[in-house]
């Protein structure tokens, strides 16, 4: 009994000896450029308690490329070993040759003390002439929070925005998503399971890094700024407060705010509103459509480039939002076109807010008025239907006649007016109805 009682424990100090410290790795997602050095980073910490977890030096870790563009490699490459510093952080050099989303792991090497799951780090190489979109995720697409983390909240508990998988997976072929995140880095395999449980198309997440601000607008204003200067292709960023559509406007994007109610203290008239998925979807799509205006804007034929600053001022004031980037291009024909739009826009707010059509007769004189200063955009301000009154011609007018009034019933009237001023005069019957106070162009005929 002795004997067998020795033997036993001697089993038990041999396994005790080779006893693993649980530990977890965590890496960092980023974006590369095409032939050029990124820095690759994990960090190994300890398991400790209340998610306290002490970091762990002096290991050393290897990192593998073992995905591209979603395809597992036959075999994972190696790329280098790095050890950990006092931080728990490792760090080795990545020269991505392709372009595409590299998926790569940091691994504990074999005979360590400690054992972990690899860390999955996402990197994304974009061509220099794909647009990347940056997309701040809380409340817009996850509606975690770092309290919900904290508490180990299920994944599969934790709502998707609505519409935002369904826009994100037809956003993710013309772009390279980047998501942006107020969460913290101790939580990024939990995130990365949720982003996965949700289905939403893969992408770097870059975390809140708690050691440089504990401001979230900071945060924004610093991020936003770093990969502006690294990544010249960024051109919008979506967010859910006015502090992050700031951000990306400060730094040479487009900023769209998803929310309800946006803070209004803050905002700018650049900023560009949504309250849906499909919204950022319809604003990214006249971003684009912008840019395509804005080169025929400058073309050397005047009636072409009229034509397409025409169409730019039709957006109304959402159209500074669109070409506010390019106002600052290094390119000055561009920034002539950005700005000449930017400016007409505000002048056709200005003359169309200085409108009156509170009774029927104002608005008669308020449509004439806008006849004859000729801009569709306040023109269509004073219809109705916007859609109809940036399709209705507009007539040339100097002066005009009133011929006769009618009120077929409460609260329309019909003006026909002789319109003097084009090569011969023109009779026109207009119709306006009272629309919550104010008098809207219902038809003219």
């Known amino acids: 009994m ?13 396994g005790l000896a080779h006893a693993k410290t649980e530990a977890t790795l965590t890496g960092q997602d980023g974006l590369a450029k095409l032939g050029q050095t990124v820095s690759l980073e994990a960090k190994l910490e300890r398991s400790g308690i209340l998610g306290i977890n002490p970091d762990v030096t002096g290991e050393k870790l290897d990192f593998f490329v073992v995905r591209h563009d979603g395809l597992d490699l036959s075999e994972a490459q190696f790329i280098a070993t790095g050890k950990t510093d006092d931080d728990g952080v490792a760090k080795v050099d990545f020269k991505p040759t392709e372009t595409g989303l590299y998926t790569v792991e940091a691994r504990i090497r074999r005979g360590s003390d400690y054992m972990a799951f690899p860390a999955e780090i996402l990197i994304g190489v974009p061509a220099e002439d794909r647009p990347i979109l940056l997309v701040q995720v809380d409340q817009t697409v996850s509606q975690a929070t770092n309290l919900d983390m904290f508490r180990g909240k299920e994944v599969k508990d934790i709502p998707a925005v609505e519409g935002a998988k369904q826009v994100l997976d037809l956003l ?37 890094d708690l050691s440089r601000s504990l401001s979230h607008a900071t945060y924004m204003q610093s991020l936003v700024e770093r ?127 200085a409108l009156d059509a509170s009774d029927p007769s104002r608005a008669l004189s308020s449509l ?78």
């Open 2 to 14: 002795t004997w067998t009682r020795s033997l036993l424990a001697l089993a038990l100090c041999a």
């Open 172 to 208: 993710a072929s013309p772009y390279q998503l980047v998501y942006l995140t107020d969460l913290e880095a101790s939580f990024t395999s939990a995130f990365k399971a949720w982003l996965q449980q949700k289905g939403l198309p893969r992408a770097p997440v870059l975390f809140w």
């Open 227 to 353: 990969l502006t200067q690294d990544f010249p292709q960024i051109v919008a960023g979506v967010g859910g407060q006015t502090v992050d559509g700031l951000a990306y406007l400060d730094h040479g994007t487009a900023g769209i705010v998803l929310a309800e109610e946006p803070d209004e203290d803050d905002w700018r008239v650049e900023l560009l509103r949504a309250t849906t998925w499909h919204e950022v979807l319809g604003h990214l799509a006249l971003i684009y459509e912008a840019e395509k205006l804005l080169d025929q804007a400058r073309a050397s034929d005047p009636a072409s480039a009229e034509e397409a600053v025409s169409k730019l001022c039709r957006a109304g004031l959402p159209g500074k939002g669109y070409v506010h980037r390019f106002r600052a291009s290094a390119d000055p024909s561009l920034a002539l076109a950005a700005n000449l739009v930017s400016a007409k826009i505000s002048a056709n707010h200005a003359f169309a807010e």
């Open 368 to 445: 004439l008025a806008a006849w004859r200063f000729g801009e569709p955009a306040v023109v269509a301000a004073l219809y109705r239907d916007r859609a109809s009154g940036l399709k209705a011609p507009i007539p040339a007018v100097i002066s005009a006649e009133l011929l006769n009034r009618a009120e077929p019933e409460p609260g329309r009237v019909v003006f026909r007016v002789r319109l003097l001023g084009g090569s011969e005069p023109l009779e026109r019957a207009v119709t306006l109805v009272d629309s919550d106070g104010a008098w809207k162009v219902a038809g003219v005929e």
